[in-house]
């Protein structure tokens, strides 16, 4: 029976979908090391990996066996796969579990930055709480705004569906322009990143991350925003240069952000925590009981079609 | 030249509509107080209230020339309309421009709520932080779980529209079924109230409030309500027993609520701004620069409408 090494905690229910078609093995606390990772990887021919190491080259080279490395997540920053793919390893991820609660999340931060509810939720609890008046401490609205979306795949899609029921127009910048199908689906209009950045009302990162998206959002590109613009990102910390949103943020050069990761996870600039302008959450985006086990069932799913055949699986390389 | 007092801090920018058609009168500082009010109402032939005080007999009985109540406002739970009503006095009120800004933000506190946003928001702020694990402090989706519309009129219906674009699905109850063409467009199920209750996994307040409608939602309602029912209002803060959903929420027999109204506004019962599972703001659902103006616009609408019925206007009695 080919072996399985599960470096996370995925729900024990979840992984008996594997009993008596693998081997496994899944901690028993948070998740394994990747030192425990390199002890044991040799006897294995799957690796399940996580987010606190880089499956790298000397990951895969120590993993003689190696023939799969399924993801636990739609994003693969966390993997070689480069090097994968060199290597004739199969790399899948799980674009479909991770879906709706994505955009769904993302959705919540764009309401609740724009709207100001973090702040609101915040400064009521206070001593001083907050002013009442009609006028006193306003938010933006959304109704009739624009949202422009970097990254208009799946994701990007569940979002403009959200937008579009809200009254919102939208625009978007992509690799590769949409079919003319699922534009007029959104009644999205393609746009270059600089005229999506200059004219978006509010703005969602959601594209993948890869070396070429390292800091796509710096300076330059905080510069070209609205005083008015709500940033939002719920793709990874890494495309943007924290130090400079957050400078961006401090000055009210733009409006707002709503952010669910960070450059340097588990922290967060603690230059961030002190503004009133950012709503701030722990990389939750698919932070559900439900989304967990869903997201482990695509994740298994893609090591049974990979072995078997009776699940399609989500190649990667 | 019929004349206005205007008992609220209106920009003057809207104010300027009535110029040369009405004279009228706006507070310098935040509004104008009840006895005030009660010490100029009788030169007026228009009254615009605010939400400080009870526009009650006293009121109406010295304002021996008031022919038109102007509320600035959709709700008017502030006027004594059955007494407006016997004295042959106008009451209007303004439901257009509220609509999709109250909609939106009785969204924002949904998915805030289920997700929640404003916990993580606020303990990643504290000393001790959160926990990122993957499996650490998990919300509640909102793609796929029913949401139950208590008072389905047009607000009720934009949240739906809302709700349904992100994968939820409607159940209501209101004093009148809805007409099939409207059902049929949020696929929404009319139900009992108790139902309604007993079986959303979402449920948000958007009835108007009345006498009749007071403490609607107490002890006995949160007691069908199921442990995971997050509860939102954004109607009025006196349509729930608020000791009775404070004590719900400590003892977690529902799993969280995202509260804009108070029953004894601005004040918020001090254990309840001590809970974690509740998103908490300052009547702030239509609190945008935008919304205010467009408010302000239509209650102006209103009184032209009445004179010289040049705009439609919204008659409450």
């Known amino acids: 029976m080919k072996k399985v090494l599960i470096t996370y905690k995925l729900n024990p229910e979840i992984a008996k979908e594997l009993d008596g078609k693998m081997e496994y093995v899944l901690p028993d606390k948070s998740g394994f090391k990747r030192e425990e990772v390199l002890d044991m990887i040799a006897d294995y021919d799957v690796l399940v990996p996580n987010f606190s190491f880089y499956t790298d080259k000397e990951i895969m080279d120590k993993g003689e066996k190696l023939e799969l490395i399924s993801n636990f997540g739609v994003g693969y920053n966390n993997i070689d796969v480069e090097y994968a793919k060199q290597k004739g390893i199969t790399v899948t991820n799980i674009p479909n579990s991770v879906l709706e609660p994505t955009a769904e999340f993302a959705f919540a931060l764009l309401l609740a ?26 938010g933006l609205p959304i109704f009739g705004k624009s949202l422009g979306i970097i990254g208009m795949g799946r994701i990007g899609q569940a979002l403009a569906r959200r937008a579009v029921a809200s009254g919102m127009t939208i625009m978007y910048h992509n690799r590769n322009k949409l079919d003319k199908a699922i534009e007029n689906k959104y009644n999205a209009q393609y746009v270059s990143l600089e005229t999506l950045l200059r004219q978006s009302d509010y703005i969602s990162l959601n594209a993948p991350s890869s070396k070429e998206t390292i800091h796509m959002i710096g300076k330059k590109e905080l510069d070209m925003m609205k005083s008015t613009a709500v940033f939002i990102n719920t793709a990874r910390g890494n495309m943007v240069d924290e130090k400079a949103l957050t400078h961006a943020l401090k ?7 709503g952010l669910d990761v960070f450059e340097n996870e588990p922290k967060v600039l603690p230059e961030l925590l002190e503004l009133d302008n950012v709503v701030l959450s722990p990389h939750a985006a698919t932070k559900t009981l439900e989304a967990r086990d869903e997201m ?12 078997f055949g009776t699940y399609p699986i989500s190649k990667v390389v």
Chains 1, 2 share one sequence.
Do not use: S
């Open 113 to 138: 930055a724009g709207r100001r509810l973090g702040y609101y939720d915040r400064k009521i609890r206070t001593p001083e709480g907050l002013k009442w008046g009609l006028y006193d401490e306003p």
């Open 296 to 307: 482990g069932l695509e994740m298994i799913h893609n090591i049974l079609g990979f072995y």
């Open 251 to 257: 000055e009210k050069q733009i409006w707002a952000a």
